[in-house]
């Protein structure tokens, strides 16, 4: 995307003004947007994104600068603002490029460049989601589903005489559906996703995603206030795993463990869960939304083992963290786009499965909560503290499943849930979502088998 | 961008067969200053461009976006939207047909000129900022998040009548958050102050409100579970607003998305509460002289009196609903026609309200979760929230580790007290009176 002779002439320059490290992200993707709503068309978008960001490190100081622009005067320009205040004589010598052809780990059929599916056929899978939803109820009053894919194409090129390509291809459904009874509403939504081709959302039954949305919609619609206060929960895998990635996996990236902002910062080899607790960080999962090739620096991803029966062993290491802590770069250096300096970030973060079925979990408690599927949440990356709603949770009375809940919010700090994990089921599941931090909103999966955490704030109607 | 060459589009997208057409432009450019221990850790220069184009064929919409204007992206970018939309559904009701021969310039003195901060100044602040603020306590770690920032936006509308609008503005920000941590607590607050002009950034302000709460609430505890009066800060009250601005949204109503849809002149709040939206306002920090269509803005009443009067309108939704365009129309170059508000101003009552501060309530001026923990269409929302109790006036508890609950459309009618005193928040975009809801569920021990 880049000419290689202007990169060279921009390394050099950033390298002859005192920088110690230079380095050029450039970035084109191409993406659509299909949606429906009450059984129609509602809009299609698509566009092109394209951009350059240039990085200079001085020590372990950052300089991050982007244009929409390619051309060579451009480029100079902005490695010379971005130097304005640091220039020296220069103590780094640039290497000559050498480029590397990386190994494509996750091939696809049909990506958005592909011609084998047109836009008909789309519109077509997604009212066949509509149809199904809408089918489960006359009390389901919207639907609104739609389908999303990118074309990602990066090259990086660096001093260290780094020169490589990655093509990242990007799909992910969404349903959602509302389900109305007099003054009462609610709503269940699904978002699978994947880094993959159509193939992906066309492996997806849409009539049973449709069925999926309603049914949850339908279920809050009746369900009871969740009590409030200090109780056991279970939550059941896939996107239960967004409370460990909040609220524990972001602590592990080394953006906060090198400000010291991380409660963990001087925890590795201690222990920081319960035994029953093991987790990993994983870009190699194939065709998982979280995986990539290489990471936004140019370094083939890794699986990382962050927790080991509840002992801290690896923190997620960028380029700056690895300067800054001393520990070995994981391949997780991630950035949203162009736009942003790439930060040590989660790939598929996901907490290992253990040996008990959900039954038995739920068997264990008298009275608490069991939260099947979480929505979204907050933490304060200073504390470790969170907050997230379940988006379907029922109560459990004398270790069965007794009846639905609605408005229930868990409460917490990340490093005490930790502790307070005792079980953890045999059913691991991932999930797809967007994780917004200093880089930018990333692509992760989270993940987890069904846990139980023996006490926990539960914020319902008190 | 150059007006020409924009002009230049609009005029491929039509030979290519569009009826009708538009383009939206945002441009910006900024430089962020973050600093660490003392030293410059992250340094960030940006220029970039976004040109949405959206068309009109046969009565579909198609719409593209591109961030580069060579000849061959031009050429995608009209291919795309009028691909996009053969494949829409026909929409009779969303035209482009604003027509006005002279430019609409937007751009004012007080929000924009074409001074720039010196970037030496930029970083000294930002140095400034984290030293002055660790001298406050032994406690206090590196701030995580200290910086200060220029930004300079241009936004231009244009469309195939020859409509031409244009609107420039320019901010600084400083922001800085005190992290304190005594080993087996931690606490952490966040404060920004923003403006037109550099000269007017407070930095110490920043510092003393985010240690005055850091410190406050490092040793809260929860509440007794039971029901509270709640009021919230200034930006805290923003965001409970925000949470559900779809209330005021014709689009969602349109969508049948909107709980309100029906609620058009019924009583759906407390009768002394008055809600505006001004763009006209000089001090507002979302002033804006025209909206996503090409039209002049101008002052709506969304409620009055505790009367639901208007929702935000553009030109298709006020046909759609037999009702007034509110000239309320958002379009940026990466998304659809749509609606949204600009400052918000909730009236305050007349006379102090003696009785304002009378009894306990529970003040909150921290959250987590606030908008993943709301339903918009049920109206249920769940949070965690800091803060204090207030007993007759006094901050006599800090409080921390309770979740609020409640449902807004209930919370809005269940107002005992409005304040008499105008506040805006932190980003100059909301100015309330302080407001207090009438016991919400507050979980805790």
Redesign the interface.
Known sequence: MLNPQIATEVIEYGISLGADFCEIYVEKHNSTN?SI??S??H?????????IGIRLIYG???????????DKEELLR?TR??A??DQRDAIATGLALNFIKNVDYHTVKNGLSSTNVN??QK?QYLLQIDQAARAQSDKI??V?CGAFQRLQNIEIFNSEGLHITDTRNYARLMANA?ASDGS????GYEAPGALSGWEFIENIDPKELGTNVSKQALIKLTADDCP??KMPVVIDSGFGGVIFHEACGHSLETT?VQ???S?FWDKMDQMIANPAVSAVDDGTMKNYWGSINIDDEGMETKKTQLIKDGKLTSFLVDKVGAMKTGYERTGSGRRQSY?F?PASRMRNTYIEPGDHSLEEIIATIDNGIYCKKM???????????????AQESYLIKNGKIDRPL????L?GSGSDILQKISMVGNNLELAAGMCGSVSGAIPTSVGQAALKVDEI?????? | MKMQKLEKIIEVAMAAGADQADIVVDSGESINVKVESGEVSSYEVSGTQVIGLRVIKDGKIGSSYCETADDETIKTLVHQALDNAHYSKVEELELIEVKRSEVLDGTRDFKYDDSRADAKDLIEMAIKLESELMKKDSNLKTPPYNGVGEYIDERLYLNHLGTKCVEKSKAYSCYTAALLDTGDKQSMHVHQSLTRKFEDLDPTICIEQAFLHAKGLIDGSALKTGHYDIVFSTDKLAQFFSVFSSLFSAKAAVNDMNPWKEKLNEVVASKDLKIIDNPMLENGFAYSLFDGEGNLMSETTLIENGVLKNFYQNSATAKKLGLVNTFNATRGPKSSLGVGGTNKIISPVAANDANFEEGTYFEIVSDQGMHSGADHISGDFSFAASGYLVVNGQRVQAVKGVTVSGNFFNALKNISHIGHALESNTSATFFSPKIRFDALSVAGE
Not at chain 1, 43 to 51: R, T, V
Not at chain 1, 375 to 389: A, K, L, M
């Open positions: 299909i709503l009450s129609k068309v809009e299609i978008k698509s566009g092109i994104d394209f951009g372990t100081k950052v300089l991050y600068g982007y244009t929409n622009k390619s902005i603002a971005l304005a205040q836009t008909e519109i009053s919207q609104n509302i009462e509403q609610s709503t409030a206060g906060s400000k010291k902002a409660v736009k300096a929505g979204g949440g907050s933490v304060n990356p200073g504390t470790g503290e969170f907050n997230f709603s609605k408005g229930a919010t409460i704030l539960v914020g319902g109607k008190a």
